[in-house]
């Protein structure tokens, strides 16, 4: 579960990294930084969604596997 969850929170890390690196490398100097949303930047998310998935993944099985025991 705890695998799960840092896996999460390193793809959001990774997000938010990426999203500022590609605007500090324009031109146009940053002037209105966000976080795009998938649907903005689909490469983006094409190469992070893997990663989130599996972190969901491995939260939710060790969440079962967890409630599972005795």
Same mark, same amino acid.
């Given at each position: 579960?705890?695998? @799960?969850?840092?896996? +999460?929170?390193?793809t959001? +890390?990774? %997000?938010? %990294?990426?999203?500022? #690196? ?13 976080? !795009?949303? *998938? %649907?903005?930047? *689909?490469?983006? #998310?094409?190469i992070?969604? *893997?990663?989130?998935?599996? @972190?969901?993944?491995? #939260? ?6 967890i409630?599972?025991? !005795?």
């Amino acid at each position: 579960m705890g695998g @799960g969850l840092l896996l +999460v929170m390193l793809t959001f +890390v990774g %997000w938010y %990294w990426l999203a500022e #690196f590609g605007c500090q490398m324009s031109s146009g100097m940053c002037r209105d930084f966000h976080i !795009p949303m *998938p %649907w903005e930047e *689909p490469e983006m #998310f094409s190469i992070l969604a *893997p990663f989130l998935l599996l @972190g969901i993944g491995l #939260f939710a099985t060790g969440k079962w596997a967890i409630r599972g025991r !005795p």
